[in-house]
C-alpha cells in the first residue's frame, strides 16, 4: 500500500497506482516508505513537543507559585523583622533607661558610702576627742560622757536613717488604716517648740486650724508621724528666724487631705527643686545652713508618703525666700 | 600503506570491492560484519585462509559501512599492510561492567609503550561502563598517546555483542591495537548534531552507567512517556531521545549519553557511560540535517592534522541511534563523510553503541561519546 501523497499524485498524474509500470515499484515502494517514515518521525516529533510544553507548562506553574509562596513568606518575614526591630527598639529603650538607673543607683552606693562615712565621722571624731581630751585630764570624765551620749545618739540616728532607707527600698510592710494626723502634728508641733527652745532660735511654730472638719486619713500613722517630724525638723533646721505655720486643705475633689508645712527659712532654687527629695542630694544653701545634714530626710519622708497612696510637693520662691513643704494623704471613706 | 577491501553478503558472498590487490600481507585484517555472521566460525576460517598471517579483528555491528555503503548482515572487510608502522595487539575478557576501569588498565599495560603513536580500541558493546574503559586506558596510556574507537553493536536488538582477536569473536571481548612508529598521521573527529529540547532534569538516582531517577522519578517512566507506543521497542526506541548530560564538577562539560538497556523490574536504564547523581540532563532530538552536518564535521575535524594531504583510510564508527534515525537516508551521512575526505581513501566502519575519541583533534585524552559519527583517519607517509 503506498503513502496516500503517492497515490493522490500516481491519480492525478497517471491516473491510479495501478497504471504504475510494475519495475518502478521498487522505486515508488522506497519513496512510499521514506514518506512513511516521516509521518512517523513527525508524529514522534510533534508528540515530544506537546508533552515537552505541557512539562514546561507545569513548571512555570509550579515556578509561579513557588514565587507568590516566596513572595509571602518574604512579606511574614519582612513584618516578622519589623516586629523585631520594634521590640529591639523598645528593649534598647529600656535598656538605656535601666542603664540610666543603674548608672544612678551606683552613684547611689557610692554617696551612700560617702555620706555613711561623712555621717558617722563627725560624731565618732567628736567621741574620740572626747576620748583623748578625758584621757589626759583636759576634760572631765563627766563631760566626756555627755559627748560620748550625744555622739552614740547621733550614730544610731544615723544608722536608724540608713535602715529605714534600705526598708522602703525594698518590700515595706504597711499597717493602712483610718487614722486621724491632728495629734500626731500637735505631738510634733509640741516637741519642736522645746527643740526651738533649746538653739534659741527666734522662730515660732503655729498650726493654723482650718475652718473645716480634718476628716480621716488612710495612712500607716507610726511611719507618718516620722514625716511629720522629719518635716518639722527640716522647717527648723532650714529657718533661723521667723515662722513655721502648719495648714489643712482639702484637695482633689476633697478626695484627699493636704498637709503645708510653711517655713521663713533658706528655700531653694529652681534648679535645687528638680533634685530634692533625690537621695543624699541636698541644696547648696541648706548645706551651708545645715552642714551636717545627710540629705535622706526628705527621701524618706518622700517614699513613706508615696507608700501611702500620697504625694509630697515642695515650693519656695528662691533663695532665702522660705519654702512650703506639703503632702497629701486619701481622705477615708 | 596499502589496502584491500572485500565485502560478503548472502546474495553475492566474497567479493573484492577495492581496485588494489594486495600482493603484501596485511599485517592487520578488520571484519566488521553482523553478529550472527561474526559468531559462525565459517566466516572466520575463510578470513584466515584468505590472510592466514595477519592479525584479523572481528567485531559483531549494528550496521557496516563499506565504502559509502551501510548493509545490515554483512562482512565489510579492510586489511591493511602497513611499510613502515608497526601494530601491535592486546585482548582482555571484562567480567561485567564494573571490571570496565581495570579491563582498561589491563589493555593499556599489555601494550609496549615505546614508538607507541596510537591506539584502536574495539570493545563489547554491552558488558561494559565505556567511561570507566576510556579512564582506564588514559591513566594507564602516555598521555602523547591518542585513543580512539568504538563499543561494538548488535543490530539493534542488544543483547550480544562480540569482538574477537585472531579467534571467532566472542561476547565480553575488548581488544586494543596499537600503532607504532613515526611514519603513521593519525587525525580524528567526533560530531553528534543533536539537539536538546525540553527542561533539563537532575539525576537524582545512578549507580555507574545505570539510571535509576530524575527529579525522584523513575526515569524509565519518563521515556515510556515519550516514547508512546514506540515503548514496546525500548531499548532501541530510546536512541531517538538521547540524553545530553552536563557535569557540573566536570567545568559544565557536556556529553551525549545513550541508552544501551532496559531492567522493567527495577526501572532502570543502563547507558554507554557513566550517569553520575547531580549530573544534568536533557533530552535530545534528531535534526536530519544537523545530523548529516554532524558527520560532515567530523570528517573536517579528522583530516585536520593530516594536512592538505588525503588520508588512506578512514575507519567510520557511528553509533546506532543515527542509523535508526536517519533509517533509509543513513548513507547520507556516510557521503558526507567521503565529500570531505575525498574520493581516495578507503573507507570502513560500523554503526556502533558508544564512540571512543578525544572531543578535539588537538586533544589527547580520549572521551566516551554517544550518537556521534566518529572517524580515525589513517596516512603512512
Redesign the interface.
Known amino acids: 500500500m503506498l503513502h496516500r501523497i503517492l497515490q493522490r499524485q500516481a491519480k492525478k498524474f497517471i491516473g491510479g497506482v495501478e497504471n504504475i509500470p510494475q519495475k518502478w515499484n521498487p522505486f515508488f515502494d522506497a519513496i512510499s516508505k521514506t514518506y512513511l517514515d516521516f509521518d512517523n518521525d513527525h508524529a514522534l516529533l510533534d508528540r515530544s513537543l506537546e508533552l515537552s510544553s505541557k512539562e514546561f507548562f507545569e513548571n512555570n506553574r509550579l515556578l509561579r507559585e513557588a514565587k507568590e509562596g516566596v513572595e509571602k513568606i518574604v512579606q511574614e518575614r519582612t513584618k516578622e523583622l519589623e516586629y523585631e526591630k520594634k521590640r529591639v527598639e523598645e528593649a534598647n529603650v529600656i535598656i538605656k533607661e535601666k542603664n540610666k538607673y543603674l548608672e544612678v543607683a551606683i552613684n547611689a552606693k557610692n554617696d551612700f558610702i560617702r555620706i555613711a562615712n561623712h555621717q558617722l565621722n563627725t560624731p565618732l571624731s567628736i567621741m574620740k576627742n572626747a576620748y583623748s581630751m578625758v584621757c589626759d585630764g583636759s576634760l572631765t570624765a563627766e563631760k566626756g560622757v555627755e559627748y560620748w551620749g550625744s555622739g552614740l545618739k547621733r550614730i544610731l540616728q544615723v544608722v536608724e536613717e540608713f535602715w529605714t532607707v534600705l526598708e522602703l527600698e525594698g518590700e515595706v510592710k504597711l499597717n493602712i488604716q483610718k487614722n486621724s494626723i491632728i495629734l500626731a502634728i500637735k505631738n510634733a508641733v509640741e516637741d519642736s517648740k522645746k527643740v526651738i527652745a533649746t538653739n534659741k532660735k527666734s522662730l515660732e511654730i503655729i498650726i493654723n486650724e482650718p475652718d473645716f472638719k480634718i476628716p480621716f486619713v488612710l495612712c500607716d500613722i507610726k511611719r507618718i508621724n516620722n514625716v511629720i517630724y522629719n518635716l518639722i525638723d527640716n522647717a527648723i533646721s532650714y529657718t533661723q528666724k521667723g515662722m513655721i505655720s502648719i495648714s489643712y486643705q482639702m484637695v482633689e475633689n476633697n478626695k484627699y487631705l493636704k498637709v503645708n508645712i510653711k517655713d521663713t527659712g533658706v528655700g531653694f532654687t529652681k534648679e535645687d527643686k528638680e533634685k530634692i527629695g533625690q537621695k543624699f542630694y541636698r541644696a547648696k544653701n541648706a548645706l551651708l545652713s545645715h552642714p551636717d545634714g545627710s540629705g535622706i530626710g526628705l527621701y524618706i519622708s518622700k517614699s513613706i508618703i508615696e507608700n501611702n497612696k500620697g504625694k509630697l510637693f515642695y515650693e519656695s520662691e528662691g533663695e532665702n525666700k522660705g519654702s512650703v513643704f506639703s503632702f497629701i494623704l486619701p481622705v477615708a471613706d | 600503506m596499502k589496502i584491500e577491501q572485500k565485502l560478503w553478503t548472502k546474495e553475492t558472498g566474497w567479493q573484492n570491492t577495492s581496485l588494489e590487490k594486495l600482493s603484501e600481507k596485511p599485517q592487520l585484517v578488520l571484519v566488521f560484519g553482523g553478529r550472527t555472521l561474526m559468531e559462525d566460525e565459517r566466516y572466520f576460517k575463510e578470513i584466515r585462509s584468505l590472510y592466514p598471517k595477519s592479525h584479523i579483528i572481528e567485531c559483531s555491528t549494528a550496521g557496516e559501512v563499506l565504502d559509502t555503503k551501510v548493509r545490515d548482515n554483512s562482512i565489510a572487510l579492510t586489511a591493511i599492510f602497513f611499510k613502515k608502522t608497526k601494530v601491535k595487539f592486546a585482548e582482555t575478557d571484562i567480567a561485567d561492567i564494573d571490571d570496565s576501569l581495570a579491563a582498561g588498565k589491563r589493555l593499556a599495560d599489555a601494550l609496549p609503550q615505546k614508538g607507541l603513536v596510537h591506539a584502536m580500541v574495539f570493545s563489547d558493546g554491552l558488558h561494559v561502563n565505556g567511561t570507566s574503559l576510556v579512564e582506564g586506558l588514559n591513566n594507564n596510556l602516555p598521555p602523547t598517546v591518542s585513543v580512539t574507537g568504538g563499543l561494538v553493536g548488535d543490530g539493534a536488538d542488544f543483547k550480544k555483542t562480540v569482538v574477537g582477536l585472531d579467534h571467532v569473536a566472542m561476547e565480553s571481548k575488548i581488544v586494543l591495537i596499537g600503532f607504532y612508529g613515526s611514519n603513521l598521521k593519525i587525525g580524528y573527529g567526533s560530531l553528534g548534531g543533536w539537539d536538546t529540547?525540553?527542561?533539563e532534569r537532575l539525576i537524582t538516582k545512578s549507580k555507574g552507567n545505570i539510571l535509576y531517577e530524575l527529579d525522584d522519578k523513575p526515569a524509565l517512566e519518563l521515556y515510556k512517556?515519550?516514547?508512546?507506543d514506540?515503548a514496546k521497542d525500548l531499548p532501541s526506541t530510546g536512541l531517538?531521545?538521547p540524553l545530553r548530560l552536563r557535569i557540573k564538577e566536570d567545568k559544565n562539560r557536556e556529553v551525549v549519553r545513550t541508552i544501551l538497556g532496559i531492567d522493567e523490574k527495577n526501572q532502570s536504564m543502563t547507558f554507554a557511560g557513566d550517569m553520575p547523581e547531580g549530573g544534568h540532563v536533557a533530552?535530545m532530538?534528531?535534526n536530519f540535517e544537523r545530523l548529516i552536518d554532524g558527520a560532515s564535521g567530523a570528517g573536517n575535524m579528522s583530516i585536520e592534522s593530516l594536512g592538505s594531504v588525503a588520508p588512506q583510510l578512514a575507519i567510520l564508527i557511528s553509533c546506532i541511534g543515527r542509523k535508526l534515525?536517519l533509517?533509509?537516508?543513513v548513507e547520507e551521512e556516510v557521503e558526507a563523510v567521503r565529500e570531505v575526505i575525498g574520493q581516495q581513501t578507503a573507507m570502513a566502519g560500523f554503526y556502533s553503541y558508544g564512540e571512543l575519541c578525544p572531543s578535539t583533534p588537538t586533544e589527547k585524552q580520549c572521551r566516551l561519546h554517544n550518537q556521534t559519527m566518529t572517524i580515525t583517519t589513517f596516512r603512512e607517509e
Do not use: I
Request: proline share 0%; glycine share 12%; aromatic share 18%.
Open positions: 529540547f525540553g527542561v512517556t515519550y516514547l508512546g514506540k531517538l531521545f533530552l532530538k534528531a534515525v533509517k533509509e537516508r
